[in-house]
Structures are given as structure tokens and as C-alpha cells.
């Protein structure tokens, strides 16, 4: 399990390099991720344009890393492929993350 980790002044921007977030790698997803962000201590842009699937495990472990948060830190998922839109969707948790289309500036009108 890796993440690309950039500091940008006001947030970090973490890319998932993973393609699946399923319940072969939830766990660790999930407890590097809370690593990753108890130490910086910034609000996360999650950019999970490479992740093609998503089960109910990866999805909890989604919502374990933003619970552990502080409310004053936000967790943006950006660039959502339209599998794992699709479970957002379904589980209605779309209403509940704050969901981008895009981690970089945009390029169309």
C-alpha cells in the first residue's frame, strides 16, 4: 500500500496508487492513511483517480479515516472513477464526504 504525498501550503494532496480498496487491503488502507494524516495535521485532498473498485470494506475504512479526523480538518475526495462514484451513491455516504471532480485545477468550461 502507497500514497503519493504532497505538501500544498493549505492541505496535502494524497494519491492513491491502489486500483482496488477491498477487504484484502481495508486494514491497511485505512491505518496508513490515519498515519499519514495524524501527522501532518491538515486538511487531505484525496485524489483516487487510479481506484477502479470499491467494496463495503474500503468504504469503511473511507469512513474510519474521516471519523478520525478533527472536525476542523476536511477530507475531499476528488477525481472518484464511476465504479466507486457509484458506491458513494448507492450508500448515499455522497451526501456525507465532500466529493470533487477533480484534485487539480480545472480545464474545461
Known sequence: MQFIVED???HLNIRITESRID???A?????KLREIVAKNRK???LDMASVDFMDSSG????IAVRKSLPENLALVLCALTPNV???FRLTRMDSV???RPHSRS????
Open 8 to 10: 500544498a501550503e493549505t
Open 23 to 25: 477487504a484484502a487491503i
Open 27 to 31: 486494514t491497511l488502507f485505512k491505518d
Open 43 to 45: 486538511p487531505v485532498h
Open 59 to 62: 468504504l469503511g475504512a473511507m
Open 85 to 87: 462514484e457509484r458506491v
Open 97 to 99: 464526504f465532500d466529493i
Open 106 to 109: 480545472e480545464g474545461a468550461s
